[in-house]
């Protein structure tokens, strides 16, 4: 082949599994596909029976907390509690209490719609083991209460939620009790202008909070979750960079966290504000030549063991004006706290550098009071002023934390991805790690995450198979996405007086006794089992090319999900070792989507599948499948080679027309709005004198002449008749040649034979033209009619006499 058939040398090495630097990864295929068909039979709650104002405005959906079995809801202007261990084919609340606000009247009169002055239950935390805190926003005059964990019934007095809830549904709020305080997070004024960190209701402890207005500490954050873990509380969110705010309003992901013994600082420098307040930024993102981001925090998971190790994964997503798109990556809490002993970030310029340690003051501004670097120091309020200065104006630390391993666990494009959340224990091993994420559109994704330590993995090269994640190593080095399962029904979640994304999913609990996951939409809570091994049947290939470690072979029932009271001598193969692939033969997906053809090695049939005949094992050798395909593409080249030929061939000349017969006076000629183009270009005439017109005679009327302009009068007086007006010519100038003026004392022209019927000087030519030298012509254009008459001007108000019809052919059909 030739040069320019050959592909360049770049293009083949791009081919090449591992010859260039480590792609994107490629959004992974999902192995099965669960449909709103298979779903509809789903335990689903929209409200209560008979309750208007549910029906008519939907659940509106808040939080949900699951404790010792119960499931709390919180939504708008109810608390429903359900048991779980009850009856799994529905979901209906045991109990619910309704709390709505009072004053309503004030939140119209601060200019506030009628369905945002309800009472938006924000925060569900439990108090202790026999009671939970409760707040709401209270058409926007947010309030607090305590509840009974057993009876739902109320403890204790109200009390105000300022800095403990938001005034706006739409606002953010994390809250958690840790040794017998509420720490929250959220924002404390009606304009939502004052983002606060915040510790309260703290026996013999003043409250205390972040530094007000300051865009060092807080900067229009969105809080996603709090956790305590060793002596610290922390806070993970989502704000405005303000080291980055050349580039404009950049989100990026945050880590926070507080001292839990902080106790403020003293009365000259951070009375009753947060002394050990810190906050660095964290990374996930996709390593190569260029660093692709994802910096918008979505969700995290409470405390999890990944890799025998503790370790938190949060999902994340890009920037709200780019390409859809998210991440799951995890982070170990070693390394989150290690994290907080790096430099710290101060401004220089334009830029944001980092301190030199010698400028540090010591002990270090961020350790807690009586501990490491601090052990000398009894409370937060004996910190030397200049430490708590520094810690003041110094609150971001320079650099950011990566994930482990370097790179996401799963990643997913497209599509905007919205909840988390994590099962570290399945399979009947407790050994593999699996994701649930929820996104806008009403899926539920489930991944199942590599079995090895992402230190020991190799980074991904290419796609190797459908639903694995590439990589060129052990199969326990693949991410697989077993499942996408669509669960969002207009119909049956209606959400009228919700603003956003209805499908959006808004929650994700996992219940793992009962082996199911509970689905929150903003109109309604979905019942999903964990898995669907009754898909498979009988069919042993099915079951185990599934990968699934919530669903076991077992000989005498088939595919069944794991249970802790299972005989022995079950099956399963999550790890691919025993390298069984695709479904039982014939086996058709319908709903459910197929994992791929292939017999079944004991020739079990699934849901009722024909087994496959004889003739079905033949295979075609590979010599002659290469040659069919070869002899198929020669001959289709040759039969394009020859279809274009024939399309090439030269087009035959056709006859000149016909003459056009004569017509009488009175017969009207066709007119036609453009003349035929000329095959030939018309040969120039010879000169010669030009002949005088013959004379009228009296039944031979001349039309009559115009009026003309000065311009026009010259002419005439040169020789240079005016054209002829419309209506046929008359008889002596139909067998006259047509001829041009030439010399003399009009002026000079060129004359010549009467051409072809079939050329330009068939039609009656204009006389009213300027003589021109031979060398002075215009050359000839095919484009403009050459009958067109010379444009004069005239002081006349009548209209101007059009030209003389074109002598042209009958039309078909026409006398």
């Not at 079944?600 to 003739?615: I, K, Q, S």
Request: glycine fraction near 10%; charge should be positive.
């Amino acid at each position: 082949p030739s040069a320019s058939q050959c592909p360049p040398v770049p293009l083949l090495l791009l081919l090449l599994p591992g010859a260039t630097a480590h792609p994107f990864p490629r959004d992974l295929v999902a192995r099965s596909t669960v449909g709103l068909p298979a779903t509809a039979s789903y335990p689903r709650f929209g409200g209560l029976r008979g309750d208007n104002g549910t029906a008519r405005l939907g659940l509106d959906f808040q939080r949900m907390l699951l404790l010792n079995g119960t499931l709390f809801v919180a939504a708008r202007d109810h608390i429903y509690a359900f048991e779980l261990g009850r009856d799994r084919g529905t979901l209906y609340p045991e109990r619910h209490l309704t709390w709505e606000p009072r004053d309503r009247e004030n939140c119209a009169m601060r200019g506030r719609r009628q369905d945002e002055c309800h009472n938006y239950i924000r925060v569900l935390v439990p108090r202790d083991p026999e009671t939970l805190l409760a707040c709401g926003t209270n058409a926007f005059s947010p309030l607090c209460r305590t509840y009974q964990v057993s009876s739902l019934a109320q403890v204790g007095e109200d009390v105000s939620g300022q800095a403990r809830c938001p005034f706006d549904a739409k606002q953010s709020i994390v809250a958690l009790f840790v040794d017998g305080s509420l720490y929250s997070a959220t924002v404390a004024d009606f304009q939502a202008s004052d983002a606060v960190i915040y510790r309260s209701l703290s026996p013999g402890r003043a409250p205390l909070r972040t530094l007000k207005y300051s865009s060092r500490w807080l900067q229009e954050p969105h809080f996603v979750q709090v956790l305590p873990y060793g002596p610290y509380v922390y806070f993970f969110f989502r704000e405005v960079a303000v080291e980055l705010s050349a580039l404009g309003k950049v989100l990026v992901a945050r880590v926070g966290r507080v001292c839990r013994n902080d106790r403020g600082g003293s009365p000259r420098v951070l009375e009753r504000r947060w002394t050990s307040f810190l906050k660095l930024r964290l990374h996930c993102s996709v390593p190569g030549d260029t660093v692709f981001y994802f910096d918008v925090l979505e969700a995290v998971t409470p405390p999890r063991t990944l890799h025998g190790r503790p370790a938190v994964l949060a999902l994340f997503g890009t920037q709200p004006n780019s390409i859809p798109g998210s991440a799951v990556c995890a982070f170990y809490l070693a390394d989150v706290e290690r994290s907080f002993e790096g430099p710290f970030a101060e401004p220089r310029g334009a830029s944001w550098t980092p301190v030199p340690e010698d400028r540090v003051p010591q002990p270090r501004p961020g350790c807690c009071a009586g501990m490491g670097p601090a052990s000398g120091v009894v409370t937060s309020g004996d910190f030397p002023d200049e430490t708590l200065v520094f810690a003041k104006e110094h609150p971001l630390l320079h650099g950011a934390l990566a994930p482990a391993g370097g790179r996401p666990l799963f990643t997913r494009t497209g599509t905007r991805l919205t909840q988390l959340a994590v099962d570290a224990g399945a399979g009947p091993r407790g050994d593999h790690t699996v994701l649930f994420l929820g996104a806008e559109d009403g899926r539920v994704l489930k991944v199942l995450v590599a079995t090895r330590s992402p230190e020991t993995t190799e980074p991904p090269a290419g796609t190797v198979g459908p639903g694995d994640t590439p990589g060129a190593g052990d199969s326990r080095d693949r991410t697989l996405l077993l499942e996408e399962i669509s669960l969002y029904e207009p119909g049956r979640c209606r959400a009228p007086g919700v603003s956003g994304v209805p499908s959006r999913v808004l929650g994700l609990e996992l219940h793992p006794p009962g082996r199911e996951l509970l689905v929150a939409f903003a109109g309604c809570l979905v019942r999903v089992p964990l898995s669907r091994c009754r898909r498979h049947g009988s069919c042993r290939r099915s079951c185990l090319a599934a990968r699934d470690p919530y669903c076991v072979w077992l000989p005498p029932q088939g595919c069944v999900p794991f249970s802790e009271d299972l005989p022995s001598g079950f099956q399963q193969d999550v790890e691919g070792s025993l390298g069984i692939s695709g479904t039982c033969q014939g086996e058709v997906g319908g709903t459910w989507g197929t994992l791929g053809g292939g017999g079944d090695e004991e020739g079990d049939l699934a849901h009722g599948v024909r087994r496959p005949g004889p003739g079905a094992a033949l295979a075609v050798p590979l010599p002659v499948l290469v040659g069919c395909v070869l002899g198929a593409f020669a001959l289709g080249a040759l039969g394009a080679g020859l279809v274009a030929t024939c399309c090439h061939r030269p087009a035959v000349p056709k006859a000149p027309p016909e003459p056009p017969a004569p017509r009488t006076p009175a017969q009207p000629p066709v007119p036609r709005l453009y003349p035929a183009l000329p095959r030939d270009p018309p040969e120039l005439p010879t000169p010669e004198p030009t002949p005088q017109p013959p004379a009228k005679t009296p039944r031979e009327r001349a039309p009559p002449e115009p009026r003309r302009g000065p311009q026009s009068a010259q002419l005439g007086g040169l020789g240079c008749p005016e054209p002829p007006g419309p209506g046929p010519p008359p008889r002596a100038a139909r067998e006259e040649p047509l001829q041009r003026p030439h010399g003399g004392p009009g002026g000079a022209g060129w004359a010549g034979p009467p051409p072809s019927s079939g050329s330009f000087a068939n039609r009656v030519q204009p006389r009213a033209l300027l003589a021109l030298a031979p060398h002075d012509r215009a050359p000839l254009r095919l484009d403009v009619p050459p009958d067109s008459p010379p444009l004069e001007r005239s002081l006349s108000m009548k209209p101007p006499v059009l030209p003389k019809p074109l002598l042209l052919p009958a039309a078909p059909g026409r006398p």
